[in-house]
């Protein structure tokens, strides 16, 4: 069976990286991940730079990577700036986002839910009429930092707004890593009777080591599409605490094992994730990068041995 994988590091990865990171580092990370196989690439952001301004060179960024037929890459575009950033950078897809609780919404896109209703219907008909495909994202599905507990009539509710401004799928986020596969289940079997599987997807942080347990439990509901991060990167700076996504690693990894097709090269995924750590300095969570590193130590400590022997 046949999962698509969303790569979402490049932009809900570094969107939280304190150190600027430069943009040729970007250009190749997004380059090494489509050579590993994965297909949608969620490149950057064009939100306002001075609220993110780890992604301000989104337009370098686009300019920079080898574009192919076979992979899609997209932005976050939050209102008609950010759409026309991203018509002129030459974009086919792009992402809306929204959260199913008012004080991460205040706090993340500064207005009201019902406020952004209307900006975003605007976005979603101007890239329909570009000929784009636009994804929907809602965030705090499965709580938020500031709110606790949300409702699940809340989160239906903006993702049938969403889906009825036109968008092809929405990304579920437990944006503070929050879910368990119980919970992971109620929820999504909900959501997914009101349109169908295919147009859902799960997007886990790993904040409480429960991303990939969550992954199986939307499996049962249909869900077949996740986002996932190049080692483990993220967190949403408006989310406190919020720790990275679920690794693209780890994911593909268990999915492979289990004969999912993911259409990913996992040695070559692994190449990307040990390249972004060595760009940034510092041990990434994902768990099979952590693994896949140590053996090289172990195997080039053990061959040093018996070249000397
Ligand atoms: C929504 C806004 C833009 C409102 O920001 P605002 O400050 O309220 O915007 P404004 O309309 O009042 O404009 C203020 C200034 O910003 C400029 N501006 C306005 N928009 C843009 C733009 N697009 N590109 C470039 N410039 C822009 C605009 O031109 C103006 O410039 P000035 O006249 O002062 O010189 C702001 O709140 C924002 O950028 N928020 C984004 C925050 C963000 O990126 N958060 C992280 C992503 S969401 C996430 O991580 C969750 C997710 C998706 O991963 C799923 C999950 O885990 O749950």
Not at 9 to 34: C, F, H, W, Y
Not at 53 to 59: I, N, R, S, Y
Not at 105 to 110: S, V
Not at 231 to 238: A, K, N, R
């Amino acid at each position: 069976m046949k999962i698509q994988i969303v790569e979402v590091g490049p932009r809900d990865g570094l969107q939280n990286e304190k150190e600027m990171v430069s943009t040729s580092a970007k250009i190749q990370l997004i380059d090494k991940l489509a050579a590993a196989g994965l297909k949608r690439v969620e490149a950057t952001s064009f939100v306002n730079p001075r609220w993110i301004p780890q992604l301000a060179d989104a337009e370098d960024v686009l300019k920079g990577i080898e574009r192919q037929n076979k992979v899609t890459h997209s932005a976050l575009v939050p209102n008609l700036r950010g759409m026309e950033r991203a018509r002129e950078s030459g974009l086919t897809e792009v992402a809306l986002f929204m959260s199913a609780s008012e004080t991460h919404n205040l706090k993340n896109i500064n207005k009201s839910i019902e406020d952004t209703f209307p900006v975003l219907r605007q976005v979603a008909r101007e890239a329909l009429a570009l000929g784009m495909r636009v994804r929907g994202y809602v965030s705090t599905v499965f709580g938020c930092p500031y709110e606790g507990n949300v409702p699940i009539d809340n989160s239906r509710r903006v993702t049938n707004e969403l889906l009825e401004m036109g968008v092809f799928e929405v990304s579920l986020g437990d944006t503070i890593g929050v879910a368990t596969p119980k919970q992971v289940r109620e929820v999504m079997e909900k959501i997914v009777k009101d349109t169908t599987s295919d147009r859902l997807a799960g997007h886990f942080h790993d904040t409480r080591g429960t991303g990939l347990a969550n992954v199986l439990a939307a499996l049962d509901t249909g869900i077949r599409t996740f986002d996932s991060s190049i080692g483990g990167l993220g967190g949403c700076p408006y989310a406190p605490g919020a720790a990275g996504n679920i690794s693209t690693e780890d994911l593909v990894y268990m999915l492979n094992g289990m004969e999912y097709e993911t259409g990913v090269d996992l040695n070559l995924l692994l190449d990307a994730g040990a390249f972004i750590q060595q760009e940034l300095g510092r041990e990434l969570p994902s768990k099979v990068l952590k693994a896949h590193l140590a053996a090289q130590t172990a195997s080039s400590s053990h061959s040093n041995q018996e070249d000397g022997a």
